[in-house]
């Protein structure tokens, strides 16, 4: 079976964020899975493969962001042989989802954070396991080897399915949506809040490449190939990010004004990234893209703000 993507339909929308269904024989690996309310359709995809909760030995969260992760406790509940693996960074969130909550809470506002995520509970010690930069875990005759991949947030990894060709880069490699593919690529990086590192961020887009893998399987949305020409794209837009970020740490505004000077900036890349590609966008699409340039705006005047001290 190769690799599935699976829509989780998160807000809602189509293709705008996945989780992945990896088989080696009669086990399964789940990798990210979006929220609680994405579970069900996780598990239907499982079962239309002829496979048990039972048979699902991993389940791997690139990182811990709630679009990724959220609905790890539930779905570890549900498979009950499943080890969940993660980043060292990331584990304490697993065991104590608490501050991830708390915080998403004060950004969504209650209603509408039960409305996208649901219930995240504690998942026990003894399902969570860590793993290093290079080690291995088997699935069916295969390993999958994972690379730790900073630069989008501090406990980020990717999975490298070299058997298949495949790695599964999270946020690492961009964001790439399939409704604003008609003529040259769109693929952009996620400079959201609040560890975005660009030196970083261009260390894992390199390192991805150099895994000489054919695809890579991005969560926003679905796999892409000609992964040379995606990393020049995407280092070409974390050093635009970059300069903006830069300029928000120098500027004379005060730190409540960053958002909105790093926004205006953004915004204009966004623009102009969007003619290079002869792309005009409906009225969903225009909402789509109006979430991620307000969050890389927002990760941008966030760092610039630390970094001012
Ligand atoms: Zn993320």
């Not at 290079?134 to 994972?146: H, I």
């Not at 740490?249 to 958002?259: Q, R, S, T, W």
């Not at 953004?266 to 003619?275: E, M, S, T, V």
Request: charged share 25%.
């Amino acid at each position: 079976m190769p690799t599935r993507t699976l829509d989780c339909f998160y807000l809602d929308q189509p293709e705008f964020a996945a989780a992945y269904l990896l088989r080696g024989g009669a086990e399964a690996a789940f990798v990210d899975n979006n929220t609680t309310l994405a579970v069900p359709r996780l598990l239907a995809a499982l079962a239309a493969e002829g496979l048990e909760p039972a048979d699902v030995r991993w389940i791997i969260v690139t990182h811990v962001h709630l679009d990724h992760a959220g609905g790890t406790a539930a779905l570890a509940a549900a498979c009950p042989s499943a080890t969940v693996l993660c980043h060292p960074r990331a584990e304490r969130h697993l065991l104590d989802p608490s501050r991830l909550v708390a915080s998403a809470r004060v950004v969504y506002g209650d209603a509408t954070f039960d409305r996208l995520y649901g219930t995240i509970d504690p998942i026990a010690a003894s399902r969570v396991r860590v793993v290093a930069d290079g080690e291995r875990v088997p699935l069916g005759s295969r390993d999958l080897e994972f690379l730790h991949t900073r630069g989008h947030a501090n406990h980020h990894m990717c999975i490298l399915d070299a058997h298949r060709g495949d790695v599964l880069t999270g946020d690492a490699f961009g964001l790439c949506y399939p409704t604003l593919q008609r003529g040259r690529r769109f693929l952009f990086p996620s400079t959201s809040p609040t560890e975005f590192d660009a030196p970083e961020a261009r260390a894992a887009v390199r390192r991805i490449v150099a895994t000489g893998a054919d695809r890579a399987l991005l969560t926003h949305f679905g796999p892409i190939t000609d992964l040379a020409a995606g990393a020049e794209d995407l280092l070409d837009w974390i050093d635009a990010s970059e300069a903006v970020l830069e300029a928000a740490v120098v500027c004379d505004l005060p730190n409540g004004a960053l958002e909105a000077f790093c926004f205006e900036r953004i915004d204009a890349l966004f623009d102009r990234k969007l003619a290079a590609a002869g792309l005009q966008l409906d009225t969903r699409e225009r909402d789509l893209l109006r979430h991620d340039r307000e969050l890389n705006a927002a990760g941008l005047a966030f760092v610039a703000a630390k970094r001012r001290g």
